[in-house]
C-alpha cells in the first residue's frame, strides 16, 4: 500500500484564496446604525438587529450570533444601549446616569493645594494606646518549652512502662472469648 501511494506523483497544494481583509465595520458601529435605521420607539430586539445587519453588510463571520450578543451585552454593560423589554434602544440623553447597586460613596472634600493626603489606616483593630510617661515593661523571658516550637497540640509521646507481661498457657485467639458456662450439677431426685 505505501508502494501504491509512493508511485503517485506529487500533487501540488491547493492554493486557498486570499481573504482580503474584512471590510465590515466593527460590530458595534453596525449595532448603532441598525438602531438607528429601524427607528422603533420601543427598541429593536436582538433578532431584527441581526436581520438587518444580514441584509446591509451581506457577508458576515460565521460566529456572527455570538459576536452579535457579545457586542450587545458589551454595550449594554457600559451604558451605550439600554435594555428596556428584551428591545435595545440608545439611552435617553436627558436621563439621569444610572446608578450602581450599594450606597452610593461619600462626596469627599476637596484638600486645599499643597497638602499631601493621609495614608489610608491600617486593617484590624488599632493598636493600645500607651502611656508615654510609663517605664518601658520588662522584656519577656521565653519559658523553655520541651516542643519544637510548634504551634497547636504536642505530638503523643510513646510509652516508656515496661510491656504487659505474656499471660502463660494458650495463647489467646481473635475476638471476644466465649461466654464460661457453669458446671451443671446433677438434678436433685435423679439417683
Do not use: C, W
Request: charged letters at 25%.
Amino acid at each position: 500500500m505505501a508502494a501504491e501511494e509512493s508511485n503517485k506523483p506529487p500533487t501540488e497544494p491547493q492554493p486557498q484564496p486570499a481573504t482580503a481583509p474584512s471590510t465590515l465595520p466593527q460590530y458595534p458601529e453596525m449595532i448603532l446604525a441598525a438602531i438607528e435605521a429601524l427607528n422603533d420607539k420601543n427598541g429593536s430586539n436582538k433578532s431584527s438587529i441581526s436581520k438587518h445587519i444580514e441584509a446591509t453588510y451581506g457577508e458576515l463571520p460565521p460566529a456572527h450570533s455570538t459576536l452579535l450578543s457579545h457586542h450587545l451585552n458589551k454595550m449594554k454593560q457600559s451604558g451605550q444601549l439600554v435594555m428596556v423589554k428584551n428591545n435595545y434602544m440608545k439611552p435617553d440623553p436627558n436621563a439621569p446616569p444610572r446608578r450602581g447597586r450599594g450606597r452610593p460613596p461619600k462626596p469627599k472634600a476637596p484638600l486645599p493645594p499643597g497638602t499631601v493626603p493621609a495614608p489610608p489606616r491600617p486593617r484590624g483593630r488599632p493598636p493600645k494606646a500607651r502611656d508615654p510617661f510609663a517605664p518601658p515593661p520588662p522584656p519577656k523571658k521565653k519559658a523553655p518549652s520541651s516542643g519544637s516550637g510548634r504551634r497547636g497540640r504536642p505530638p503523643k509521646l510513646a510509652k516508656t512502662a515496661a510491656p504487659a507481661p505474656a499471660p502463660s498457657g494458650e495463647k489467646r485467639g481473635r475476638g471476644r472469648p466465649p461466654k464460661v458456662k457453669p458446671a451443671v450439677a446433677a438434678p436433685v431426685g435423679a439417683d
